[in-house]
């Protein structure tokens, strides 16, 4: 929760993960010494086991983006398992992330116990947590050490709070820069660009009309598909003011749930905008068809202090510019590193002063708007963000440097 919770520093948050993984996890576990010994599990063994630990295989923003990762996976240098913790929804991504790993093991009614065991039985090198403090999570394993080496990636924007549950936490440059080291219990892992994967076998269709998509006939769209927990105070008064000053302008977000749109739209009548400038997209089933409709915003708006994370990737590879604010948490500053990768740099703000007058001023630039649509339509066969065999040799370089070091006994941040 402090994640998007305004004025929580990065310390800070350690200290509450330090809390909370002490409160959760009996001290006669986290205290223990390993029970692995270095160096033993590659013996006879050409290839590194990498496992893939989470609840998310399924229509799930994390099961959405992991899946080209794992089919792009050099099967002469890894062996790919996948550990799934939850039922089949029976989407496309479950069936797609099945095949696509060469072992998938459901582990859905196992004990944290039986967790580990399974994993150490089937010898896993290396094991990649793709959920740390989130629901249906199983970090309780990797406190028993499942595996010699084990990462914090993807599915929490931030530190476990304790070494015992992670040995090192993926990201990049921008995102967890080592000034920021001492913010975290895991050694930093840099990707030399976002650390977020894409995936970048969607094909894009036509989109429907405006109409048909609930947004008025004309005027400015302003966009941002995130839940609404990371919507608070100074975000809605940022966005009201650029609505109150572009006219004719509206704000496109996804429909959210139970009575949350009618309070969304109290907050925006409250600071004199016309609710019905608040348009809501209604949930489509299909990705492809979702992301093809984003196609008619024309300005995407990050949230702060936690920024968009796979709905910035849907964003940009819709084709739509996005304005971010670069702030000082891992997850205050994903918005800037997606738009780096994307080659964007300058739609990152310093501050919510020039983020306001970023986002105010290519609203009326339609000029410069579109050079930067153009980038991003000619970026998406080559950009850092989408160039997914890129991303994959660089992930399993990092996974290479990781089991040298343990190899050696010594652990080092991979930067």
Not at 86 to 91: E, G, I, K, P
Not at 146 to 153: D, G, K, R
Not at 404 to 409: C, N, P, T, V
């Amino acid at each position: 929760v402090t994640l998007s919770v305004p004025g929580v520093t990065a310390v800070e948050q350690r200290r509450v993960a330090e809390n909370y993984a002490r409160h959760s996890i009996p001290p006669s576990v986290l205290d223990s010494p390993d029970r692995l010994a270095c160096g033993e599990r590659l013996a006879g063994r050409p290839r590194l086991r990498i496992g893939y630990l989470s609840a998310d295989y399924l229509n799930h923003p994390v099961g959405q983006i992991m899946p080209q990762v794992i089919e792009l996976h050099d099967r002469s240098q890894v062996e790919v398992f996948g550990y799934s913790m939850r039922a089949d929804d029976q989407s496309g991504i479950r069936k797609r992330l099945r095949a696509a790993f060469d072992h998938f093991v459901d582990l859905e009614d196992c004990s944290v116990i039986r967790t580990a065991e399974r994993i150490r039985a089937d010898g896993i090198d290396i094991l990649i947590d793709l959920h740390g403090w989130t629901a249906h999570g199983r970090l309780e394993a990797l406190a028993l050490r499942a595996a010699p080496v084990q990462v914090n990636w993807l599915g929490y924007a931030g530190t476990t709070g304790h070494p015992k549950l992670a040995d090192y936490l993926l990201g990049d440059p921008v995102v967890t820069p080592l000034q920021y080291a001492h913010c975290y219990t895991e050694m930093l892992a840099h990707l030399p660009n976002c650390y977020l994967p894409a995936d970048s076998t969607i094909a894009l269709t036509t989109p429907p009309s405006r109409r048909d998509a609930g947004l008025p006939a004309q005027g400015f769209v302003y966009c941002s598909f995130n839940n609404s927990y990371k919507f608070n105070p100074a975000v809605f008064d940022l966005w009201c003011q650029l609505l109150r000053e572009v006219d004719g302008s509206c704000l496109w977000l996804s429909q959210p749930g139970g009575t949350a749109g009618e309070r969304l739209r109290a907050e925006v009548q409250a600071r004199g905008v016309d609710p019905a400038r608040l348009v809501f997209a209604p949930r489509v089933e299909a990705k492809t068809d979702h992301i093809s409709r984003l196609q008619l915003a024309d300005l995407a708006l990050d949230p702060f202090p936690y920024n968009s994370h796979s709905t910035g990737i849907d964003i940009l590879y819709a084709g739509v510019p996005m304005v971010a604010l670069l702030g000082d948490t891992f997850p205050g500053r994903v918005g800037a590193s997606l738009l780096q990768a994307a080659g964007l740099a300058e739609l990152v703000a310093g501050s919510p002063e020039d983020y306001q007058r970023l986002a105010l001023s290519l609203a009326g630039n339609p000029r410069r708007l579109g050079q930067f649509r153009e980038k991003l339509a000619t970026g998406r066969a080559s950009c850092a963000l989408f160039d997914m065999p890129r991303y994959v040799r660089s992930l399993e370089e990092v996974y290479d440097r990781m089991w040298h070091d343990y190899l050696r006994g010594k652990r080092t941040a991979i930067v």
